[in-house]
């Protein structure tokens, strides 16, 4: 098992925003550590969980819908071949299918019992699907069969993207590095700088992007600190990501054009500190800054587990990332109020409440432009009240327990958000 870049002590520990108002959504998916995002245009979104539970939203994440699929391992990939057709990939060789946008999903026969781990579309009906092994599955009629072919490489494949019907990577594991011009009927390898693990492939009109550093493909962990970029698949530039930002461990990478670039990680750190960091280039890759930094302590911790994590755009200034349990978003604005600073906005207590009982502290004389909202796991709102004071006597008695969120709303928009726990 190949040492993870991501030990790191932190002697101190802060918040902050750069560039991007990234915030996080009003939902928490139960046991994730790894799971999948795909945004089909900026509004609708779906998620896949290592539990098997599929998460979906309409409107930019406000409120969700969730499916149970009953299969309950990793899943590493999400794909859509438009609205309704949907693949999820995972261990043990799963592949889930949607035809109904999302609303349901059964599992189709691989013919594999290898973790599967990125799936791609690259035409009509044609799939592809790669992971431990060398495995490399390929379907022509929307994956009621597969083609195994797995004499390319022994090496774990970590990512396959295709920038057309014809045009396509593969990347694994010690350097391997296939590409196809004809659609997947031959696959060339690539010489690239060094023999590190490559993953997370993004593909722009003049650039090839990769990831470059180390995979644990028991656990699927991901950290990089390198970025090759290449515009002919022969010469190659190598960009230090660390370097730049003074982190380690980036767990994904999106382009959202030749110049401009997001990637991302997560960790709990040795000294009670917890990191989830964004950061962004506008040249290419060459320069980096932070488009979120996040420091808190583990009380307070948003990171995930492993370092897994994945980050899109399916508009130029939409983006959205998953983070294990919890899901980023951009832009993600509060409302603006004079006298509220939203990290203090109100109080709740007791939490966990008694009974679904509790009391609500609004920290400003201002409050009838205001409106609680209460939304479960899910985001779906459960409890709202406009008629509020400075402080409130909230009775929930009919919810289960778990996990909800309180939110203050002004103009249609989040003042700030807390977590509830009903015991």
Not at 86 to 98: C, N, S
Not at 101 to 126: P, R
């Amino acid at each position: 098992m190949k040492a993870l870049l991501l030990i790191s002590i932190y002697l101190f520990c802060n918040f902050g925003f750069s560039q991007e108002s990234w915030g996080y959504l009003p939902i928490e998916i139960t046991d994730n550590s790894h799971g999948a995002i795909y945004t089909i245009d900026e509004n609708i979104v779906h998620v896949v969980s290592d539990s098997g539970i599929f998460y979906k939203t309409e409107d930019g994440g406000e409120t969700w819908t969730s499916f149970e699929s009953g299969v309950s391992v990793y899943f590493l990939d999400l794909v859509f071949d438009g609205i309704e057709k949907g693949y999820a990939v995972g261990k043990e060789g799963k592949i889930l299918k949607t035809s109904n946008a999302g609303q349901s999903w059964s599992e189709l026969t691989s013919g594999t019992s290898e973790a599967l781990i990125s799936i791609a579309i690259n035409a009509a009906s044609s799939i592809w699907a790669v992971g431990n092994n060398g495995t490399i599955l390929h379907s022509t009629d929307n994956g009621n069969s597969w083609t195994l072919n797995n004499s390319v490489t022994s090496e774990a494949l970590n990512s396959v993207k295709f920038k057309d019907e014809n045009i396509g990577y593969i990347a694994g594991n010690n350097g391997v590095l296939f590409y196809t011009e004809n659609g997947g009927a031959n696959w060339e390898q690539l010489i690239i700088p060094n023999a590190y693990d490559l993953f997370s492939i993004s593909i722009t009109d003049n650039y090839v992007y990769l990831l470059n550093g180390y995979t644990d493909n028991d656990y699927f962990s991901r950290s990089a600190s390198q970025l090759l970029k290449t515009g002919n698949n022969t010469d190659w530039t190598v960009y230090y990501i660390d370097d730049a930002i003074g982190s380690l461990g980036n767990a994904d990478l999106f382009f959202r054009d030749d110049n401009t670039g997001f990637s991302l990680n997560s960790a709990a750190m040795l000294c009670d500190c917890c990191n989830v960091w964004i950061v962004k280039t506008s040249n290419g890759g060459e320069n980096w800054d932070f488009s979120l930094n996040e420091e808190t302590n583990a009380a307070n911790c948003h990171a995930n587990d492993t370092s897994y994590a994945e980050i899109i755009f399916p508009t130029e200034n939409i983006g959205y990332a998953l983070i294990g349990r919890f899901i980023l978003k951009t832009p993600y604005d509060t409302a603006s109020i004079e006298d509220f600073n939203t990290n203090r906005a109100f109080t709740i207590y007791p939490n966990p409440s008694t009974n679904g009982k509790f009391n609500l502290k609004i920290n400003s004389t201002n409050t009838e432009e205001l409106l609680l909202e209460i939304v479960d796991i899910t985001g779906k709102i459960i409890f709202s009240e406009n008629d509020l004071k400075e402080n409130n006597s909230i009775s929930l008695p009919n919810i289960s327990e778990g996990i909800y969120f309180v939110r203050l709303m002004k103009d249609e928009k989040m003042v700030a958000t807390k977590k509830l726990i009903k015991g």
